[in-house]
């Protein structure tokens, strides 16, 4: 791998059409289209094109900023909007006026955040803007996500974004007050991983359910230190809202971001967006974005191959992403693993989860349906939930929510006559916001009850404290609903 | 910046747990807060509600050391984890790996992450029972009572930003020139990263909603 001899760009963008001595991957061109400087250890300064800011990470960073006297650099390249801790009750009473929010720390957090993009003139979503939404959903809907960019958010699903061909990754806090101040980050550039999957998906196979295999297969640490490549058929086949689902999953495989090539697809969906290029910057954009998928021959360090046509509606049974089973599938025993430790923490899931090794994945009685989170948020998604639910009813005893992932999901969505086809079922229709995918607002699973739910992380108290999840794909989310089970989709659509 | 380190040394949590992922360290409900302090309150809240647990256990009630298995600190990237530990004392976590956002949010904080093979670790979770750990960032090892000596790697730049407490914005900040330089090219070929301020100024709803 002659990664150490690709040179810091010095006065033109690979992607611009400049060769490079070698085959490049995707990612290694938007590194080296971003390096501003090499330390002879190899670290880089590395400039930042897109900054994404919510109420949760950032109240530090700008606290920060105020008390060394320090500006943001670029707020043309920020936005904020507040997503975590929003309520998704209504916002507004009868007469259009906003209702305050119960929670007086959430109130305070939201608040802090209204005040620093103001202080620092951060172009802003309010929480009662059309537009409000998860962050990474909200991202590409504005096209403020664009190929070839490095996007950064404090929020370790900021992976979502690669799906649109960015180096997007999560950071904390302290990065965060970095790209404020500077607009860059001090990296080292990350080995590469290929997960290229082949073949066709089945009936009832979504693009969740090829993230959920390959956590499974790689594991949940199975990526660290890599940044992946989504390649092959399936994943060209996917729709953008679609390869925004398994890129947002790519960190759960442990990876800081998980790319997707553009292509026409990405394009296409990008074209007219707000905050996407227009006129004849659109057309130099996308002549550049054609330079971007790696080269025939480029070289990545590692490479999994998963066949697409294999895969299963699958779902978590445990407390860790990579604890996937396909639904057809039985809780695993523990002592089924060779790994004394993964034996370990198999048994402490399962007793968490309240299953029994052996117990048939189908047929687990649910008492909680969340169908939302920037996993699985967007309107297909919705297409895909209602299409079950249509003409059926949420099981009795089970509470059933939609969260769309943005205003606009909303908007569409009930253009299309989706929230009626929702509550009509029994499912409650709800305000954008992250919701009960970390139970920050007042959206929770009590303790000891459990969650079928499109969001993208089943750990201990994830979605309450005590709270059990399994997280599976929109159609499946919704089949669980209807029969109060954990069910099979394709017997249901079939 | 934290203060500079050079030596950790104190007794040690001997957990070796693995995929402790950030919402163990820190679970949700405490992220609600604007400032860095006071969350080690909330640190390892589920583990600490079960009886006889190690964080609560007087023999290593204030350890400046965590032994951990591999994995630690997955999800989130949220830096209270980081916070959470600091505030309970804690000035270095040995485990055989971490996830990379944990490990960028310990060193700015002024925690050393330290990577040690499985055995090392599952060596160093026995010896911590009853004994004191050790970390040098000067020698890059880790000693024990019991005459262990690991050596370690360390980033160079993170390990003279932990023992020199540099200021990493600061840092950068002297590097405006370079940056500048950057933007201009920037704007010659990608014209179209440049937002258009289309945001800039909109706050919808000022009406008393927070
Ligand atoms: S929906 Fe969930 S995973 Fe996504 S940004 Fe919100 S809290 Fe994070």
């Known amino acids: ?494 | 910046m934290a203060d500079p380190i050079t030596t950790v040394h104190g007794t040690a949590y001997p957990w070796g747990a693995k995929n402790i992922d950030t919402d163990i360290i820190i679970p949700a409900h405490w992220l609600k807060t604007t400032t860095r302090e006071g969350l080690g309150r909330g640190a390892f809240e589920s583990v600490r509600a079960q009886a006889g647990n190690l964080f609560d256990d007087p023999r290593y009630a204030g350890s400046p050391i965590l032994v951990a298995g591999e994995n630690f600190g997955c999800g989130s990237s949220r830096e209270h984890a980081a916070w959470a530990l600091g505030d309970l004392g804690i000035k270095a976590v040995i485990a055989p790996s971490f996830s990379d956002i944990f490990s960028g949010n310990a060193f700015k904080n002024g925690i050393v992450t330290v990577v040690l093979p499985q055995d090392a670790v599952d060596r160093l979770v026995e010896v911590a029972r009853d004994g004191s750990i050790t970390v040098d960032l000067e020698t890059m090892t880790v000693t024990t009572d019991h005459q262990d000596r690991l050596q370690f790697e360390l980033d160079p730049f993170r390990r003279r930003c932990l023992m020199e407490g540099l200021d990493e914005i600061g840092l950068t900040l002297a590097q405006d020139t370079a940056i500048s330089k950057y933007e201009s090219q920037d704007a010659v070929y990608r014209p179209w990263i440049a937002g258009r301020g289309r945001y800039a100024g909109i706050a919808v709803g000022d009406g008393g909603r927070t």
């Open chain 1, 1 to 494: 791998m002659l990664r150490e001899d690709l040179h810091p760009r010095t006065d033109a963008f690979i992607s611009a059409g400049i060769m490079a001595s070698r085959p490049l991957t995707l990612y290694e061109k938007i590194w080296a289209d971003h390096v501003i400087e090499r330390r002879d250890d190899g670290t880089c300064l590395i400039y930042i094109d897109r900054h994404l800011v919510h109420e949760v990470t950032s109240p530090q960073a700008f606290a920060g900023l105020a008390a060394n006297g320090r500006r943001v650099r670029r707020p043309d390249l920020t936005l904020a909007v507040p997503d975590h801790n929003l309520p998704t009750s209504p916002r507004v009473d009868a007469n259009g006026h906003p209702l305050p929010i119960a929670d007086p720390e959430s109130a305070n957090q939201l608040a802090a955040l209204r005040a620093n993009v103001a202080a620092f003139g951060v172009p802003y979503i309010d929480a009662l803007a059309p537009e409000q939404g998860i962050v990474h959903v909200v991202g590409p809907e504005q096209g403020f996500t664009l190929p070839g960019t490095t996007l950064v958010c404090g929020d370790s699903h900021t992976s979502a974004h690669g799906a649109l061909g960015a180096l997007a990754f999560g950071i904390g806090t302290s990065e965060v007050e970095h790209v404020l101040a500077t607009q860059t980050l001090l990296l080292k550039q990350s080995k590469t991983m290929e997960i290229r999957i082949d073949g066709t998906l089945g009936f009832g196979v979504s693009a969740k359910d090829v993230v959920l295999a390959i956590i499974g297969r790689i594991g949940a640490a199975g990526g660290t230190g890599y940044v992946v490549e989504y390649t092959g058929e399936v994943i060209r086949a996917l729709s953008v809202e679609g390869r925004l689902t398994v890129s947002n999953m790519s960190i759960e495989g442990g990876a800081r971001a998980g790319l997707i090539a553009p292509d026409e697809m990405t394009f296409a969906y990008l074209k007219g967006r707000p905050m996407a290029p227009a006129g004849e910057l659109w057309d130099r954009a996308v002549a550049q974005w054609r330079h971007l998928p790696s080269d025939p021959g480029a070289q990545y360090d590692a490479t999994v191959r998963i066949d697409g046509s294999a895969i299963a509606p699958s779902l978590t049974w445990g407390t860790s992403p990579e604890d996937v089973v396909p639904i057809t599938g039985v809780v695993p025993d523990p002592d089924s693993f060779a790994d004394p430790a993964k034996r370990d923490s198999a048994r402490k899931s399962l007793h968490y989860m309240g299953l029994t090794p052996g117990t048939a994945m189908q047929g687990v009685a649910v008492g909680h349906v969340f169908i939302g989170s920037c996993t699985n948020s967007r309107i297909e998604d919705l297409r895909a939930a209602a299409a079950v639910a249509s003409g059926r009813r949420v099981a009795d005893g089970v509470r059933a929510m939609v969260v769309p992932g943005s205003g606009l999901v909303k908007r569409q969505a009930e253009a299309e006559g989706l929230d009626r086809v929702f509550t009509a079922a029994g499912f409650e229709w709800r305000e954008p916001g992250c919701s009960m995918c970390l139970a920050m607002n007042p959206d929770k699973v009590p303790p000891g009850e459990r969650c079928a739910s499109t969001s993208n992380r089943n750990f201990v108290g994830r979605q309450g404290p005590g709270a059990r999840t399994h997280l599976l794909s929109p159609a499946m989310a919704a089949a669980a609903a209807v029969t109060g089970r954990l069910a099979d989709v394709r017997e249901l659509m079939g």
